[in-house]
């Protein structure tokens, strides 16, 4: 069945309501996790929590929170929380940009983890991988001087366009710091070998995002 125009902006004003219902459930659901200014580890694609829950039992005293889009995987990761009773972690289904968007204004992120994200390998779902011109810029909304990107992948071809891509960018650049936590991702555990940079901000702003 082909689809009229009306049928178009019908699913597009549906999609856009649920955006809008989402936007706001995870701007609630942060205000109950974030302190008036704090600022947190963040892992993007946690997955079932290897490595976030490590993270968060070796630093008691640091907010960790880790994201994920796919439910079970979250609902898995919250069981690991619980069960060993970790106050300071936290795990929410939700997209890395919608995340970044909906953070509170005085939020900030000390260390963030992409570890093993999608490479999505063909050059047409190029567009698709986590790390973007785009992604970097709007995260410099959330980072200070002492913020640092944390990136870790089996796919050579996406590190070394990571690589080309934090040589070129205005607001991140990579820096040769040790990495500062290791525990075995379940990908990591299958990979011969990756490779990880460590990038920090090179003009770290702060400014309301998502009010």
């Known amino acids: 069945m082909t689809s009229t125009p009306a049928d178009n902006a019908a699913r597009t004003t549906r ?8 936007r706001s459930e995870l701007r609630e659901e942060l205000r109950h996790i974030f302190p008036a200014t704090t600022s947190f580890v963040w892992e993007i694609g946690c997955g079932h929590g290897h490595f976030l829950a490590a993270y968060a039992h ?14 079970e995987r979250i609902g898995r990761a919250v069981r690991k929380r619980d069960r060993a009773k970790l106050t300071n972690l936290h795990f929410i289904q939700a997209e890395a940009r919608l995340f970044l968007e909906t953070l509170p204004g005085s939020t900030t992120f000390s260390r963030l983890f992409a570890l093993f994200p999608d490479p999505w390998p063909k050059a047409r779902h190029h567009k698709h991988r986590l790390m973007q011109p785009d992604f970097l810029q709007a995260l ?59 990038a920090r901000p090179t003009n770290p702003i702060t400014q309301v995002f998502g009010r």
């Not at 309501?17 to 989402?22: G, I, K």
């Not at 070796?58 to 439910?71: R, Y």
């Not at 796919?155 to 525990?183: C, G, I, K, R």
């Open 15 to 22: 999609f856009l309501a649920l955006m809008d219902a989402r």
């Open 58 to 71: 070796a630093h008691p005293g640091e907010l960790c929170v880790g994201i994920d889009i796919v439910g």
């Open 140 to 198: 410099t909304a959330k980072a200070d001087e002492n913020s640092r990107l944390y990136f870790r992948t089996d796919y050579v071809p996406y590190f070394e366009a990571t690589q080309t891509l934090l040589h070129t960018h205005n607001s991140w650049t990579q820096v040769a710091e040790a990495w500062p936590f290791e525990s075995e991702t379940v990908f990591q555990s299958r990979a011969p070998s990756y490779r990880s940079l460590v």
